[in-house]
């Protein structure tokens, strides 16, 4: 293995350039919300954010099926660690998600 090989594999340029490339991707939006300053700024927080936690999951992924070739057992875990921690993170939205409310108006308020 050469020294821009493992220079290129120890910086992690395939993360970046898939973070870059999902954050290319939600320009768009910011670009919309550019009317309103503070949107701007809260939508390129908010994209920075979402190409961060799908950018990961998917780098880990991708690494893991470039390893299924050469080691299946490294591989294999690269990928249960990826979908993991999709499902993880899938998980933790949902519990973020607002509940409906059961009821709107305090017991006994109404006869």
């Known amino acids: 293995m050469d020294q821009l090989e493992l220079l290129l594999r120890a910086s992690g340029i395939g993360f970046v350039l898939m973070l870059v490339g999902l954050l290319l991707m939600a320009s768009p939006l ?50 249960v660690a990826g979908l993991g921690l999709a499902y993880l993170l899938r998980r933790l939205h949902r519990a973020r998600q607002p509940q409906p409310p059961t009821h709107f108006l305090p017991t006994g308020t109404l006869r």
């Not at 700024?41 to 979402?50: C, E, R, V």
């Not at 950018?55 to 299924?68: E, F, H, K, N, Y």
């Not at 070739?69 to 490294?74: D, Q, S």
């Open 30 to 79: 910011t670009v919309l919300l550019g009317v309103i300053p503070f949107l701007e700024t809260l939508a390129d927080i908010g994209a920075f954010m979402l190409a961060l936690l799908i950018a990961l999951p998917l780098t880990l992924i991708v690494i893991a099926a470039a390893w299924m070739t050469h080691r299946p057992l490294i591989g294999g875990a690269l990928i």
